[in-house]
Each structure stands twice: as structure tokens, then as C-alpha cells.
């Protein structure tokens, strides 16, 4: 398949998606979530939305087109997908595919329902994807290896895969950093940051840095729009259990009845809780993130304002060329 092709495939495939039916979403939705109950119809949306963005002309071609990427031969390029949120794994069939490698991918069971539709789509569209995509059940014999697992997995992924070029993420989380000076509004768009796929991404903001006397109650009194989150069973399951930990230790906490935050150092808090820590002033603030800048997918700020982070509620908005763990995809599938 040639680079145009290729792209012109993926456009249509952004409009197929962006004109689904309502019959039709909700029946996706439905096979969706029956695999995977995290994968509301809200998050579906949300995450389909967000391919559909990709995929317009004005993002897509100008982003292939940065690369060189009409090599002589096709790799089998291995990605081993996540499957904590939905079609998670987009992003790098999107770079496989546009790489004109063929892409030999391990979906997630959590994910597959999604990621078959988007496979079919393709096919659909141009029948020459069905020589460059591949779900299997075991990557062998793959000349590039892409792979997103947690810590533990990523060691396994690092030895198994040490003979081939290869991407290893690991795994990440988001902060936000508060000044103390925004307005209500801006404390509500932070809730997209912290609730949007119930906090399951990376891209979620499980943190947030906030000054010394910090008043928490303007800020969970903004985050009452997000209140229906708790009416989901697995997530409230969480949040019962993650309050009972926190009044059987002890430990200080506040409770906004669907959210539960309380001073901890660390980055990744649990599902239905946020982690918050002080910080004296700038220097120490940025000794804190600097500290943790291995472990940051993100960082989100009132209208961007600290250095290097997004506005809050756009965590979970990113550009075609917002890559994972800051690793460039294209530039690595150009030199296997």
C-alpha cells in the first residue's frame, strides 16, 4: 500500500466513526461493555471522539507526511495493547499501519471487542489492510516490539524481546499542579482530568500538588457535576473499600460521597482516590515533579501555566503527536 492510501484509509475510517448511528454506537457500546464493564458508552464515546480527531486530514496527513516512511520492506511489528481504557491501543496500530509495517498485535481481552471493529472497519474499507493486520494470541517472530504493561511486566517484556529494536512503557500516571489562585470553573474542568474512564489512564491525573494552607473545599465543591460516577458498581465498590482502608488506619481524608483524597507522597493512587501534597513554593514544587518526571505521562495546569503542562480538562485530549512516555513511535518504526 502506498503512504496516500494508507492515509486516505484511516480518513475514512475517522468519518465512518464520526457518523456512527446512534443504533449503531449503542450496540458497540453494548458488546463493549458486556466484555469489559469499565467501558461505559460515555468513555466509548469519548475515546472514539478522540481517534475521529486523529484522523481528519488536517491532523493525519501533515503528521505521516514529518516522516519517511516508504520503506523498501514491510516489518512484523509487534504490539502487545493494554486494555484499561477503550481502544487504548489505537495509537499504535495508527503508527504501525502508517509506517507501512505490518502490525502483529496481542489485544487485550478487555479490549478486543473495540479493537475488532476497528480492524474490520479497515478491511472494509480497503481490503490491502488485510496483509498488514494481525491479531494473534502469541507474537512470535516479530522484527520490532511495542509493549505496554505494568512494571513488573515491562521486565518481562524487556528480556524476551532484548534481540529486536523495541519500545517498553511502563507505567505512568498524571498530577495536576494547583496554585491556589484559579477560578471555580477551572477546579470543574479539572474533574475531566481526574474522572474521565473513571481515572483507569495514564493520562488521568491521580495527584495534585497543591500550596501550604491550601483550602481543599473550594475545590471539591466544584466536583460535584461529577457526583454520578458513584452509581457505577465497580467503581463504588472501589470507593467503599478505599474508605474503609483510610478510616480503619486512621488515616485523614476528605469525602466528597464519589471522591476521596488524602495526603500521600505517592504518584498512582487507587481507583476513587486522589493523592494530594504540599509544596512551600516554586523551587520546591519543582523539585517535587522533577523528582517524579520518570513516572509523568502528564501534567495539567490552570490554562497551562506551569512549565511543560496542558490546561486543565485536556489530559485526555491529545494531539496525533502526543506520544507515550514521550518516546517518538514514527521515529522508532522508521529505523527497525
Known amino acids: 500500500m502506498t503512504q496516500e492510501k494508507r492515509i486516505e484509509g ?134 520490532a516490539m511495542i509493549a505496554t504493561g505494568s512494571d513488573n511486566t515491562s521486565r518481562y517484556f524487556e528480556y524476551y524481546f532484548r534481540q529486536v529494536p523495541h519500545i517498553i512503557r511502563k507505567n505512568r500516571s498524571s498530577c495536576a499542579v494547583i496554585l491556589g489562585e484559579e477560578n471555580l470553573e477551572e477546579y470543574t474542568l479539572l474533574g475531566k482530568d481526574i474522572f474521565s474512564y473513571f481515572g483507569l489512564g495514564c493520562r488521568n491525573v491521580s495527584k495534585l500538588y497543591v500550596p501550604s494552607g491550601f483550602d481543599f473545599v473550594r475545590l471539591l465543591d466544584q466536583l460535584t457535576p461529577y457526583k454520578d460516577i458513584v452509581h457505577h458498581h465497580k467503581y463504588v465498590n472501589n470507593y467503599d473499600y478505599q474508605k474503609s482502608i483510610l478510616l480503619v488506619n486512621q488515616t485523614h481524608f476528605y469525602d466528597t460521597g464519589f471522591l476521596l483524597l488524602t495526603e500521600n507522597q505517592n504518584l498512582v493512587s487507587p481507583i476513587a482516590v486522589v493523592y494530594y501534597e504540599y509544596y512551600e513554593n516554586q523551587e520546591d514544587l519543582n523539585a517535587k515533579i522533577a523528582a517524579q518526571k520518570d513516572k509523568l505521562q502528564c501534567i495539567v495546569s490552570a490554562q497551562g501555566w506551569y512549565t511543560a503542562s496542558i490546561p486543565f480538562g485536556e489530559a485526555q485530549l491529545p494531539a496525533i503527536d502526543d506520544y507515550a512516555d514521550g518516546v517518538d513511535t514514527m521515529t522508532f518504526l522508521q529505523s527497525v
Request: glycine share 6%; proline share 4%; with cysteine.
Open 10 to 143: 484511516f480518513v475514512r475510517l475517522g468519518e465512518k466513526i464520526m457518523q456512527l448511528s446512534e443504533a449503531e454506537m449503542a450496540l458497540l457500546a453494548q458488546k463493549a461493555s458486556n466484555e469489559n464493564p469499565w467501558f461505559t458508552p460515555e468513555n466509548i464515546r469519548l475515546s472514539l471522539s478522540g481517534i475521529g480527531r486523529f484522523l481528519q486530514p488536517s491532523a493525519l496527513g501533515p503528521w505521516v507526511r514529518k516522516y519517511a516512511v516508504e520503506q523498501t520492506r514491510p516489518k512484523k511489528v509487534g504490539v502487545a495493547m493494554a486494555g484499561n481504557i477503550p481502544l487504548v491501543g489505537f495509537h499504535d496500530l495508527l503508527c504501525v499501519l502508517m509506517a507501512g509495517h505490518k502490525l502483529i498485535a496481542k489485544v487485550s481481552s478487555q479490549d478486543s471487542v473495540l479493537m475488532h471493529f476497528i480492524k474490520d472497519s479497515l478491511i472494509e474499507i480497503n481490503s490491502d489492510f488485510a496483509d498488514y493486520i494481525f491479531f494473534e494470541e502469541r507474537l512470535n517472530g516479530v522484527e
